[in-house]
């Protein structure tokens, strides 16, 4: 996971953008203008610079035919890139709009276009660039431009209040827009950073239990040879008699095959229904996802109980790789901050299945509280918390995907701190860290509901 944070944030944000997109969003503004130029000049005889206008759009004709020619389809625009490609086509806008009246062009309005872009694959360095240039040259273009002049030569200008209205509504757009949509992407882009990862950790973890069913399926396909092996040994044992040298090696043959088999039946424990492989006691499912963090220093204690009405006898459980891969997150945290010691109760019901983590540490910060679940969380750590953790980077990540991966088998979360008075998740006052609560409905977990665990079946033949 750490490996896949590097690769994620070592990515330029405006790596996924095509060159071709933004050269066809060009081809797009350059008809527009092409077209507002053209309506201007005949239509409402408007006395414009044609000649400047014309090479204005002229030059954003030239960059699109030069990017087509030199670059491949398929190139993806670096940040320098992009940024380049974003601030040609702010100032050639503005230009543009500094020959036709400035502000008191409607189409000033248009300039939010480059910020917009910007907000949404740049870096906040170019954004911030990209904003402050936009600014300023709204702030110009106030002030400095080529009036639009009518056929009788009169000036067209809005009165100077609507000016500064204007003015300052596109100043405010800016901002606004820049930071809505920087925002929303950035959410967004973390949101699905965060599945891909949670999917792959999915991956890893059913990979590792269909091994476990690869093993019992190879321990049973491969009886019937073994036996036919050792069947045909023994024939050829009673056969060689008068030819001892031939007799040693059948049997021989037959001793191999006997061991084959004895390493096949350890191997391949979990039976020719794999049913072991799809179900244990919630003791032994939890036990096997707090196994990789019970050598860290920290001591795991184990406590489970019936709940009101629950029975004494605790249920077998569904044994998904997202129930354990999700456990094991959830312990790694508590095991990652309890100071000496971390609990791991569960309880059942007849109506609810639970397991509740806990530990002595500092607990979760309260701030944040509310966002725990949320990907790529940060806050500024202490020195003491460097120290100690050189190698923590606070996002989130791990209890996003335990949270994703737990709620997908119909469990609830529920996560607070043993300091806090108000909490009831539990009254020991030595257990004052971190709390995290998972509860399912016992009918989507309980291994022996009608439903739950499917035909049994026989194991298909592995291919090779």
């Known amino acids: ?14 790596s996924f953008i095509r060159l071709r997109t933004l050269i066809l969003l060009r081809w797009a503004a350059i008809v527009g203008q092409l077209v507002a130029l053209t309506v201007a000049q005949r239509m409402y005889h408007l006395q414009l610079e044609l000649g400047l206008c014309y090479l204005a759009v002229g030059i954003s004709v030239i960059g699109n035919l030069v990017a087509i020619c030199v670059f491949p389809e398929n190139k993806r625009l670096s940040e320098y890139e992009n940024f380049l490609m974003v601030l040609f086509d702010l100032l050639q806008l503005a230009f543009l709009l500094y020959l036709t009246g400035g502000l008191h062009n409607p189409f000033a309005l248009l300039l939010l276009g480059p910020v917009t872009i910007s907000a949404s694959v740049m870096s906040l360095r170019s ?111 009673e056969e060689l008699d008068d030819r001892p040298d031939l007799r040693e090696d059948a049997a021989l043959i037959r001793e191999q095959a006997d061991r084959c088999r004895d390493i096949l039946r350890d191997m391949g424990r979990a039976g020719k229904s794999d049913t072991l492989l799809r179900q244990a006691p919630l003791s032994a499912v939890i036990q096997e996802a707090a196994e990789p963090h019970m050598g860290r220093g920290k001591a795991i204690h184990f406590e489970e109980g019936p709940g009101d009405g629950g029975g004494y006898q605790q249920p077998s459980i569904l044994r998904k790789p997202e129930v354990i891969h999700g456990l094991r997150n959830l312990i790694q945290n508590a095991v990652d901050f309890a100071c000496e010691n971390v609990w791991v109760e569960a309880m059942w019901t007849d109506d609810v299945i639970s397991v509740r983590i806990l530990d002595d540490g500092r607990g979760y910060p309260p701030h944040l509280l509310g966002r725990i679940g949320d990907p790529f969380v940060r806050r500024r750590r202490s020195e003491v918390e460097r120290r100690q953790r050189p190698e923590y980077e606070g996002m989130g990540l791990g209890l996003f995907i335990a949270k994703t991966l ?59």
Do not use: C
């Not at 996971?1 to 405006?14: H, P, T, V």
């Not at 882009?189 to 059913?206: G, H, K, P, V, W």
């Not at 709620?407 to 539990?426: H, I, K, M, S, V």
């Open 127 to 237: 954004t911030m660039i990209i904003g402050g240039t936009a600014v300023i040259l709204v702030t110009l273009l106030a002030e400095f431009h080529l009036p639009l002049r009518t056929e009788q030569g009169f000036i067209l200008r809005v009165p100077d209040v609507f000016l500064f209205g204007t003015w300052a509504a596109i100043i405010i757009a800016i901002v606004f827009m820049g930071i809505y949509t920087r925002r929303i992407s950035s959410e967004v882009i973390s949101m699905s950073d965060a599945l891909s990862a949670t999917q792959m950790a999915l991956s890893r973890e059913q990979k590792l239990t269909d091994l476990g069913g690869v093993v019992a399926a190879a321990a049973h396909e491969m009886g019937t040879p073994l036996a036919t092996i050792k069947l045909t040994s023994s024939e050829l044992i």
């Open 406 to 464: 737990l709620e997908r088998t119909g469990a609830e979360l529920r996560f607070a701190n043993g300091a806090d008075p108000y909490q009831t998740l539990t009254t020991d006052k030595a257990r004052s860290g971190a709390i995290v609560e998972v509860i399912w409905p016992r009918a989507k977990m309980d291994a022996h509901y009608a439903g739950n665990l499917g035909p049994v079946g026989l194991n298909q033949p592995i291919e090779i």
């Open 1 to 14: 996971m750490q490996d896949f944070n590097l690769a994620l944030y070592g990515q330029e944000r405006s």
